[in-house]
């Protein structure tokens, strides 16, 4: 069992920035890739970042590339998503995933996550 929580989320200008944690704790957290999933009112969640540990590998969806990235300590059990020029559609709660394995067809998919932490709210006002 792997147990995950965000924090960092908060109420910010268009334009601003936030950096999101993720804690991972349980006995074999250390080996599940991580990612990070938003979802606004009345929308789908939808995939963020992720990151491949093994790898080195790093995945954006197109609407974050350039503005969002996404880091880790794998020996502390933290990744990060560090959120600059932010802009009102980033408005959502924000969760923290992870999963055994990332494959590059399928990192986007919240099936492939097996586990997720309560999410934090992100809020950008214009």
């Known amino acids: 069992q792997v147990q995950l929580a965000e924090s960092g989320g908060g109420l910010v200008q268009a334009g601003g920035s936030l950096r999101l944690s993720c804690a991972a704790s349980g006995r074999t957290s250390n080996s599940y890739n991580m990612g990070w999933f938003r979802q606004a009112p009345g929308k789908e969640r939808e995939f963020v970042a992720a990151?491949?540990?093994?790898?080195?590998?790093?995945y954006y969806a197109e609407s974050v590339k350039g503005r969002f990235t996404i880091s880790g300590d794998n020996a502390k059990n933290t990744v990060y998503l560090q959120m600059n020029s932010l802009k009102p559609e980033d408005t959502a709660v924000y969760y923290c995933a992870a999963a055994r394995r990332l494959y590059s067809s399928t990192y986007y998919s919240s099936n492939n996550y097996e586990y997720w932490g309560q999410g934090t709210q992100v809020t950008v006002s214009s």
């Open positions: 990151i491949r540990w093994s790898a080195s590998i790093t």
